[in-house]
């Protein structure tokens, strides 16, 4: 069965968005999707077959102070308006829709970490209701996006447990696999000075978190490499941006041309991602 992977990244995944609409235009719908943070949330208008949706919510938010801005640190200890954008706008302002989520017969799969084991912890479409906290908390990156509570339990960023999840893809079954990268070829992940200093504030409260936050470089490293070797193998298509594009990038115009490059780039490779379905 093939499946479609779709990486993480707060704004990057707007390339991804524009492979998510070629798909859509070529109706193309894999039977298996699995996303991290911001690509997981952007995957779900693509089960839902809104093609443009996320594209247009960047184009009339992204610097919409409700949306991101300093003025939510105050209101909601966040970045991003929490009550925003995961409530607001796929509720009243660019309205998702959640019947034809739904009615996805396929598997759809967010991932996300626990913030008490930092263990990673998947959720299914059934989980996700119009409160959307699946997606809260797959995008819940500490310092920035307060944790979700889900049943109970505080999530963090999905990317802190599994960046790049292609063993979940692997161990549920699937021998082919579409991987949506947000970072271009050759890029290594490494631990950045904000990561330390995030750690360092937060490990207290979240110690798993905060050793997670310091190694997951380890883990995307050698989920990129065991890509890249599916690659070679025949069992996997791996699209990513040629050019690096800034995970909080503030011009629109840039983002669009960042969704036309992943647009431009499925359509290139057509007839390798409809192989993956023979």
């Known amino acids: 069965m093939p499946a479609v992977l779709f990486e993480g990244g707060t704004f990057r ?17 894999f039977p298996y999707c699995i996303g991290v943070s911001a690509g997981s949330a952007d995957a779900a208008s693509y089960i839902s077959r809104q093609r443009g949706r996320n594209i247009e919510v960047l184009e009339k938010y992204r610097n919409d102070k409700r949306y991101m801005s300093k003025r939510n640190l105050l209101k909601e200890r966040s970045m991003f308006g929490v009550q925003f954008a995961f409530r607001d706008i796929p509720n009243i302002h660019v309205p998702f829709d959640m019947e034809t989520f739904r009615q996805y017969d396929g598997q759809f799969i967010a991932v996300t970490t626990d913030a008490q084991t930092g263990h990673v912890q998947y959720f299914t479409q059934k989980d996700i209701d119009r409160d959307f906290e699946v997606f809260h908390g797959t995008c819940a990156l500490p310092g920035i996006i307060p944790p979700a509570v889900i049943q109970g339990r505080e999530y963090f960023d999905g990317g802190l447990a599994n960046p790049v999840p292609i063993d979940k893809v692997l161990s549920d079954g699937n021998d082919k696999v579409l991987v949506v990268l947000t970072r271009p070829k050759g890029y290594i992940k ?22 997670a936050l310091v190694n997951r470089y380890k883990k995307y490293n050698r989920s990129i490499k065991l890509c890249e070797e599916l690659e070679k ?46």
């Open 13 to 29: 995944p707007v390339f991804s968005c524009g492979v998510m609409d070629a798909l859509l235009d070529e109706n193309i719908m």
């Open 190 to 211: 490494a631990c950045r000075r904000s990561d330390i200093l995030i750690a360092r504030s937060i490990e207290k409260k979240y110690p798993a978190i905060a050793r």
């Open 233 to 278: 193998q025949g069992r996997a298509v791996l699209l990513r941006p040629e050019t690096p594009l800034k995970s909080l990038e503030k011009d629109v115009k840039v983002l669009r041309q960042s969704w036309q490059a992943g647009y431009d780039q499925a359509m290139e490779h057509l007839d390798e991602i409809k192989a993956l379905f023979h």
